[in-house]
């Protein structure tokens, strides 16, 4: 899934600690849950997270509650100056594959800074697809 923008409280933090993402793409992210959503706009918030969905069929209105982790995924710096992009592998293959229906790779792939200068990398994502019959 790709989108202009991130949902709320997923890479979405500007620098003055705002949570600036929309309340209704993580509703329909969590509905859908994609292998990976790629989005951009809040050039602070560049990176990955993983997330794993809250299961229940119970969530209130809070965005917090649909989200049961989120891990950050840390970026090695010097290798993504090296190779020109930051490489990662969720697939069956890679070190840890995701979790199709509970986990969603996030990447805010913003490469910006909110100067509008190039300073981030780009994000190369291995992650397996469904098999065509």
């Not at 620098?15 to 602070?44: N, T, W, Y």
């Not at 209105?61 to 100056?81: F, N």
Request: with cysteine; proline share 4%; net charge negative.
């Amino acid at each position: 899934m790709m989108t202009h923008g991130p949902p709320m409280g997923i890479r979405d933090e500007t620098r003055r600690g705002e949570h600036v993402g929309c309340e209704h793409l993580l509703r329909a992210l969590r509905r859908c849950r994609p292998r990976l959503h790629c989005f951009g706009h809040i050039h602070e918030g560049w990176g990955a997270e993983r997330v794993r969905w809250n299961q229940s069929n119970h969530i209130g209105e809070k965005w917090e509650e649909h989200v049961e982790s989120a891990e950050w995924i840390k970026v090695d710096e010097v290798k993504m100056a090296e190779e020109g992009a930051v490489f990662l592998n969720v697939s069956q293959d890679g070190e840890r594959a995701l979790t199709f229906g509970k986990e969603t790779l996030m990447v805010n792939a913003s490469i910006m800074t909110v100067r509008y200068k190039p300073h981030q990398g780009p994000w190369v994502v291995d992650l397996d697809l469904e098999a065509d019959d």
